[in-house]
C-alpha cells in the first residue's frame, strides 16, 4: 500500500514526507519510510535507527524536548488505607524540587491482574474510590486491577500563567523563558507517567501486588495526548490506551480541517506544546510526522484508540484512520491484525476491535471517559495477545 515517492499533499503543497500511504483521501506519512530514503525492512532496523528518528521528530516539532531524567527521586507514603495507598513522589533538578501524588487502589484479594495508571489531569481521583465515571476506582479493583492515578496538575499545572510551577521549574531557571523547543504540559505529563512508572518498579510498590510488567497507561482526552506520548516514549507500557485523544493525540494532524485545529488547539492552550509547534499552525502539511506515526511508535506494546462517535472536536474519523495507518509497523512484528471487521468509516459503535497488538473501539455518543468504555478496557484481556 505504500506510495513511494509521493511528494504533494492533495491540496497541492508540498508536503514535508517523501513516501506517504494513501488513508481516507490524504496521503499520510509513511512511519517506515526512512529519512535517508528507502523503507525499514526489520524490527531491528525500526528499533535501531526509524524510531530514534521519529521519536526525535516528534520532540523537534511537536512535543518538545523531554525533560531528563531526575538527579535523584524519593518516594514518601503519604497515608492511605486498606487497599489504597498513596505515594507523594519528589523529584529534583538542576533547578529545583517538585513532588506529585500517585494513589493507587488495589483489590482485596489477590494479585492484579494488571494495573490501569490514570494520567489525571482533572486531580479528581480523591482518597475515596468512585464506583462510576472517569475514574471509577471500586469497578477497576472489582474486576480485579489495580488503578494508579496520577495527579497531573501536581505535576504540571494545567494554566498558561502556572504551568511550569511543577516538574518544568526543577530543570529550567524559573526566571528565564523556555526555550521554544522546550517541553510544555502535555510532555510534562508523560514524563510524570515515566516517574510513576519508576515507583511501580520499586520492592515498595510490590507490597502491594501490583507486577510494574502489566501497565497500561491511560488518559483522556487532554490526558490522552500525555498517555500516547508517555507510550511512545517509553517501552515499559505493554498498554497505552488513549481515549477521546483527538487533537495532538489520536487524530491524523493532516485531518486539520476536521475537529480541532493545530492553530486553534496552540491559541487556546498555549501551554500544552512547544513554541516549534506553532510553526504549523494552518500549516500542518509541512509536518515531518503524523500521529499515525505516534501511535506506531508505541510497537510492540498494544495500542488502544478509543474515540466517541458524536466527539467532533475529537474527529473520530481521524483516530480511526490515524490506527490504520499505524498498522505497518505492527505488521513488522506479525501484529499487524487491527482486530477491524472493515478499513471503512464507521465501524459498529459498541463493540470492541481487538488484534494482537492493537484494539479500538467507537462509543456512541458524546466526549467522556465513561463507564461504557471501562468495561471494554476491563473486558478485554488487554494484556493478553
Ligand atoms: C478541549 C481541547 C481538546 C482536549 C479537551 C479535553 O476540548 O480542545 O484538545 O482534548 O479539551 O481535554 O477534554
Redesign the pocket.
Known sequence: MAAVGADRAPNGATSAVLAAIPLGGLEVPDPLALDSGGRVTSVRQWERQRRPELLNAFQENVYGTTLPAPTGTTYRDAGGNGSAKKVTITVTGPQGSASFTLRIFTPSSGKPKGTFLLIDHRGSVGDDPSSGGYAPASKITGAGYALAALNAEEVAPDDAGSYRDGVINAFYPAGQDLPADACRTISAWAWGASRAMDYLQTADAASTGIDPSKVAVIGH??GGKAALWAGAQDPRFPVVISNNS??TGAKLARRDSAG?SISA?NS?FPHWFPETYKRFDGNADALPVDQNELLALIAPGRVVVASAADDG??DPQGEFLSYLGAAPVYELYGLGNTGLSSTNWPPATGKSFRGPGMSYHLRSGG?GLEDADWDIYLGSNLFTR
Open positions: 482526552s487532554r483527538g487533537s480541532e488547539i487556546q472536536n475529537a466526549h
